[in-house]
């Protein structure tokens, strides 16, 4: 097996978010890929078999369970097929569906990738004081402005806005009871986000149902965030977002979300990567 490291979200190695990357993950049964998702300890490792030219089959594993959709680790295996095999579209066959992946190279040679999500969808937020309870925050710590829901674009992800960046900062939470709570309701991280301006975003993703504190920098999270925003009508269309992820945790990123105006479309999440040791 050929496990590459990237981070994803980032062109700095010190930044981003960590995911192991294998481009020909055929013949590994189920078993294995979580074994090496868990060794190798990143939020995320996927695992893609080519299915012909430009297309992959990807499935997702963090170093407890696999979900069908992880964004970071789609930009960061697009970027490592692009330094291989060149830049230009792809498509990824994953547990959520078909997403369109475009890469292009810049004049320095970093690589950008763009992923399009499946269609996303918002639902109403359930358990409100139950999950308030578990984060360890209190109904005046929300933003008014932007309401609790569910949004989806790949994986279902809790909406939970902070008025301050203060509160957005202290994360405490209660790790068992939320992992609890978020495998009763199937959610894969947690959505913190904070608002500094009409289109700029910090964010931070609990994720104890995959065996991990804190995501750096989740795409799935913020393409779904990007659908929750069209949804609720919080957001001139068409918009271009910046989220900040992973600065209170030392590993600084950057994911630009692209929101068009029709209903139902998919969002777009672009970022770098680069490897690692």
């Not at 407890?64 to 792809?90: K, M, N, Q, S, W």
């Not at 925050?137 to 994986?155: F, I, N, Q, S």
């Not at 289109?199 to 149902?209: D, I, L, M, S």
């Amino acid at each position: 097996m050929d496990l590459l490291r990237y981070v994803a979200f980032t062109t700095d190695p010190a930044g981003g978010n960590p995911a192991g990357v294998v481009l020909d993950a055929g013949g590994l049964d189920e078993s294995v890929m979580l074994a090496t998702a868990a060794e190798v300890g990143f939020s995320e490792t996927a695992f893609a078999v080519p299915k012909g030219p430009g297309e992959l089959a990807v499935r997702y594993f963090s170093p407890l369970i696999e979900v069908p959709f992880c964004g970071h680790a789609t930009i960061a295996t697009a970027v490592a097929y692009a330094e291989r095999y060149g830049t230009g579209p792809l498509i990824l066959h994953t547990g959520a569906g078909e997403i369109a992946v475009t890469t292009r190279a810049g004049e320095d040679g970093t690589v950008t990738a763009t992923l399009v999500s499946v269609a996303p969808s918002v639902e109403p937020m359930t358990d409100l004081p139950e999950l308030l309870a578990a984060l360890r925050w209190e109904a005046a710590d929300l933003d008014p402005a932007l309401p609790p829901r569910v949004a989806y674009a790949g994986a279902r992800h809790p909406v939970i806005a902070a008025a301050t960046r203060e509160r957005l900062a202290a994360l405490d939470y209660d790790f068992a009871a939320l992992k609890a709570l978020m495998e009763r309701h199937g959610w894969v991280t947690v959505d913190l986000v904070w608002r500094e301006s009409a289109t700029v975003f910090h964010a931070r993703n609990p994720f104890p149902t995959g065996g991990v504190v804190e995501d750096p920098a989740t795409g799935a999270a913020a393409a779904a965030f990007g659908g929750y925003l069209r949804d609720l009508g919080l957001v001139d269309l068409p918009a271009t977002l910046t989220v900040h992820q992973g600065h209170d945790l030392g590993r600084p990123s950057t994911l630009t979300v692209t929101v068009p105006a029709e209903p139902g479309s998919g969002i777009a999440v672009t970022g770098t990567a680069v490897p690692f040791a």
